[in-house]
């Protein structure tokens, strides 16, 4: 039992270090997380831009079949 106690107590200091950390280290978390909307963001306007690509380049075959 006592084995036990002391694993859950482990884990319970070890949670408690990590909030520690984020309590005095959040602007990291911040920083990864303002990294991460950009990256979303990035993604969705490349995606934006590939079809407007795709809408052009069938354009471009209708426009080469009427000639």
């Known amino acids: ?9 482990f884990i319970g200091q070890t949670i408690e270090a990590v909030l520690g950390y984020v309590e005095h280290h959040h602007w990291v ?12 963001h990035d993604r969705s306007v490349h995606a934006r831009f590939d079809a407007i690509d795709k809408r052009i380049d ?10």
């Open 58 to 67: 069938e354009i471009r075959k209708r426009l080469a079949i009427e000639y």
């Open 1 to 9: 039992m006592e084995f036990v106690w002391s694993g859950v107590t």
């Open 29 to 40: 978390f911040a920083f990864l997380a303002g990294g991460y909307v950009f990256y979303l």
